[in-house]
């Protein structure tokens, strides 16, 4: 197979691994080169590439983007993956995947990745917890375990992992409990200063999260916060957690202006390609979601007629692509009758091509964004784009 | 993506698509180029392309080789690929796959295709079945739904899927049930001649198949009698269903000079690899078996140390291949740590990983073998191979 990147890059991983510690030079510059509005076009450097921005990057949970080898990932333009520390932490246990060569070598993907603190999972997946001042108890959700994420905790295992971009350990309230909110900052702020303390790899860039639900005072208090320990990059919690796209879109007008200019803005957890648009538009840099591979494995697909269902009879003689104007693998090979076939005969490759088609429909909508913000065009082509994509939130036939 | 094969083949799909029907001349030439022993090395001319054999073919039985892509087969050195008559009637139906363009369309493999008689299938995995001179009566394994398949029927569903090469319908009997073996055998022999008389399509080459059991009398006379048909091509069936490998090795024994010379010889549904390197000094052209396949979706990898466990806890830190000497592309990209976490995290893609392994292994040991024919070093190498492969035949660690 031919994979002029992988070549490239597993140079470049070498260099940042077999390099003395002391010469290695933290690279994490951002450089805005275009704004157009709120909407921003620029490049992170990272020591496995220049990420350029705005990317949405697929979640590879269990340090694989599910149902694809890297070829493939690489195949629908990602160039940044993130994996979750929750997961390796339990599973296979993040001093191995260390011992492995660090995640990028474990699960040889050697662009840019990003791991999360594992703080949202501990909330949301695993079966009980306790959250103190000190960090927070819970039981995993594979064998039910005991076990214990403090700030430095999540930072050493996120050492460990070894990913470009990690984040600080915070805590995700529900946005509309507004005292829980506060005091859910509040904390977060403070396991934000003992992230940055715990943190020990130059080569990693620690973001620091924003939190404060959709209370646009709290939002704009966490982001002066955040902003001021001045760390690389910043990224925004708590947002694609239950509150409306109203309030979503409203908290992300509130942090447009107050976020710096001169850091990459990641918004975690998002989303459909209705939100990619209205992120970008208002200032983000970073994207990643589950929802392109979850509805892949769900036989939904991301298309201009609405989210198709492709077991649905309809599709049996269909002999079009998914998506006629859309360049990825599955769309430039496959009839949406035979990937019908494959669902209905319950053959796991239909989760292997919709994955293909619904990341890379994402990644290359964002590209498409970057490239209309660096000529002048992106606020033209915005209604275009909402109107292409209207109908992709929720289900279509 | 880099697809030079398949751009290639498209536009050889093409002309024997497009082309009217009276112009397309049957390809179907078999050229023995040199042989050692009983081993012999040739190539088989298809409307998709030269097959050089001996060959190994993935089984693609729902119109997909289980969780690979045809990228990803082409990647394994895969030349042919099988697919299932019995199958592809009942799900998506043999109709819809010929309006559809035929198999090769529908898959989006454009190499050599073969598909089986549905025969085996009707016998091993349908829930009910009734046989009588005419065809036999059968319930789906699906949804229960009655259904015939007759020597007609089965052409007529092959032609309709328009593979390559195509199987005459066949009764397969328990090897050791001699009352049954002949019985069967004289039926397979009348259903060949119905079989040829049924089939319509010129650029689809029809094989009988001989069958007889162990019993080497029946099988010289089966030999004799589907050869008179001169069919393109020979299958042997009835094999590898139950008999112990000493009786299956003197079968192919008694065939080898029993068969014309002058026609590729398919070993159906076979095998592991002592069974191929056995089957190849025995004058074997074409091998499908679904083991490699199989075998990946239970986490097995063939290997030099045996088939491996990859689930095996001693697998958890190991840096190594599957196997250092194999040039696929999970052994020349992943660790057995990593396609272990795979496996114990139950993600899919230790299947797809393993599948690419296990069928690159069995494909190049049959290339192997082809090179070793053809320079004439066929018989020195057989002891290293049958020792480089001997415990993949059983569960090793």
Request: with cysteine; net charge negative.
């Amino acid at each position: 197979m031919y994979r002029p990147f992988l070549t490239l890059a597993t140079f470049v991983f070498s260099f940042v691994t077999f390099a003395p510690a002391g010469i290695i030079t933290p690279m994490f510059e951002y450089e805005l080169i275009v704004t157009q509005g709120h909407a921003r076009a620029g490049v992170f450097q990272t020591p496995h590439g220049a990420l350029e921005t705005p990317v949405f990057a697929p979640v590879g949970t269990q340090a694989t983007v599910k149902l694809l080898t890297p070829d493939q990932v690489e195949g629908t333009g990602a160039s940044l993956v993130l994996s979750n520390t929750y997961h390796l932490y339990l599973r296979p246990g993040d001093e191995l995947v260390r011992d492995m060569g660090g995640v990028h070598n474990f699960m040889q993907w050697h662009g840019p990745m990003l791991t999360d603190s594992g703080g949202f999972q501990v909330f949301s997946l695993s079966n009980t917890n306790k959250v103190d001042e000190d960090g927070v108890t819970f039981r995993s959700h594979i064998d039910g375990s005991k076990h214990r994420f403090t700030p430095e905790k999540s930072i050493e295992i996120q050492n460990n992992l070894g990913a470009d971009i990690i984040m600080a350990f915070d805590e995700c309230a529900d946005p509309y409990d507004e005292a829980y909110i506060k005091k859910a900052m509040d904390r977060t702020h403070r396991w934000a200063v003992r992230s940055v303390e715990a943190h020990k790899r130059p080569d990693q860039a620690l973001f620091g999260i924003v939190q404060g639900g959709v209370n646009p005072d709290l939002r704009v208090e966490s982001a002066k916060f955040i902003s001021a320990l001045d760390t690389p990059g910043i990224a925004i919690g708590g947002l694609s957690v239950g509150e409306t796209k109203k309030d979503m879109y409203a908290t992300l007008d509130v942090l447009a202006p107050a976020l710096p200019q001169n850091k990459p803005r990641y918004l975690m957890g998002v989303g459909t390609p209705e939100d990619l648009i209205e992120g970008v538009r208002r200032g983000v840099d970073i994207f990643d979601c589950v929802l392109p591979t979850r509805l892949a494995r769900h036989h939904a697909a991301f298309s201009p007629e609405g989210r198709l269902n492709l077991k649905n009879a309809v599709f049996k003689r269909d002999e079009r692509p998914i998506d006629e104007a859309c360049t990825c693998y599955t769309c430039q090979t496959f009839t949406r009758a035979y990937i019908r076939h494959l669902v209905v005969a319950k053959e796991l490759l239909a989760g292997t091509l919709l994955s293909i088609h619904n990341l890379h429909a994402l990644i290359h909508l964002v590209k498409d964004m970057r490239a209309s913000i660096l000529d002048g065009s992106f606020d033209e082509k915005v209604p275009a784009w909402l109107d292409r994509w209207a109908g992709n939130a929720s289900k279509g036939r």
